[in-house]
């Protein structure tokens, strides 16, 4: 199976900071990645697709990158409402997908 | 408006059986890909079942022989049938709307608010 590394696991950060979550595959998954978004009791919401394609309705301050083994999401001028816990997602191996640990985003 | 809404969790005791029921709206889940993803208290996220538009399924190892995916087209209702249930399954349990293709890859666009499972005696 293919494992998600996320990192960090937490990040502190203030309203107007740029973050950046890294993602890393233990093998090549080409560009599926999806990156999601999850506030606390609420389901995940997809950001970013085919690994930095904006999904339709999601705000540009939200980027993502890269290829083969190694990601980033990318958050500019960080909001108040973006203050959640950030998850990865390889669709190579669908339907046996997996997640990264998640990433949350916490206000400093 | 276009939405998924699940039901039927609650308190089961270890070895008892449930059935998860996901109803969609504004879209026809036998023309979709369907997943149930279930996420532990303080945990990440794991897809444990998925069923085809054409209706073949897919289970993950640790439900394989104990859940089983359907769905009602007339109802536009996927459901889980959850046996021999383990306090290891004790979960929020999202159904949630698979998107992409072979270029963007498998990723899921639509989610319901889930619906907790608690196994425990």
């Known amino acids: 199976d293919i494992q998600m590394t996320q990192s960090p696991s937490s990040v502190s950060a203030s309203v107007g900071d740029t973050v950046t979550i890294t993602c890393r595959a233990s093998?090549?998954?080409?560009?599926?990645l999806a990156w999601y978004q999850q506030k606390p009791g609420k389901a995940p919401k997809v950001l970013i697709y085919s690994a930095s394609s904006l999904q339709s309705g999601v705000p540009t301050r939200f980027s993502g990158s890269g290829s083969v083994t190694d990601f980033t999401l990318t958050i500019s001028s960080l909001q108040p409402e973006d203050f959640a816990t950030y998850y990865c997602?390889?669709?190579?191996?669908?339907?046996?997908?997996?997640f990264g640990g998640g990433t949350k985003v916490e206000i400093k | 408006e276009v939405q998924l809404v699940e039901s039927g969790g609650g308190l089961i005791q270890p070895g008892g059986s449930l059935i998860l029921s996901c109803a969609a709206s504004?879209?026809?889940?036998?023309?979709?890909?369907m997943n149930w993803v279930r996420q532990a208290p303080g945990k990440g996220l794991e897809c444990v079942s998925l069923?085809?538009?054409?209706?073949?399924?897919y289970y993950a190892d640790s439900v394989k022989g104990r859940f089983t995916i359907s769905r009602d087209n007339s109802k536009n209702t996927v459901y889980l049938q959850m046996n021999s249930l383990r306090a290891e399954d004790t979960a929020v349990y999202y159904c949630a709307r698979v998107a992409g293709d072979y270029t963007d890859g498998w990723y899921f666009d639509l989610w319901g608010r889930g619906t907790l499972v608690t196994v425990s005696s």
């Open positions: 069923i085809y538009s054409d209706g073949t399924t």
């Open positions: 997602q390889q669709g190579n191996t669908f339907p046996r997908t997996s």
């Open positions: 093998q090549g998954i080409s560009n599926w």
């Open positions: 504004g879209f026809t889940v036998s023309s979709n890909f």
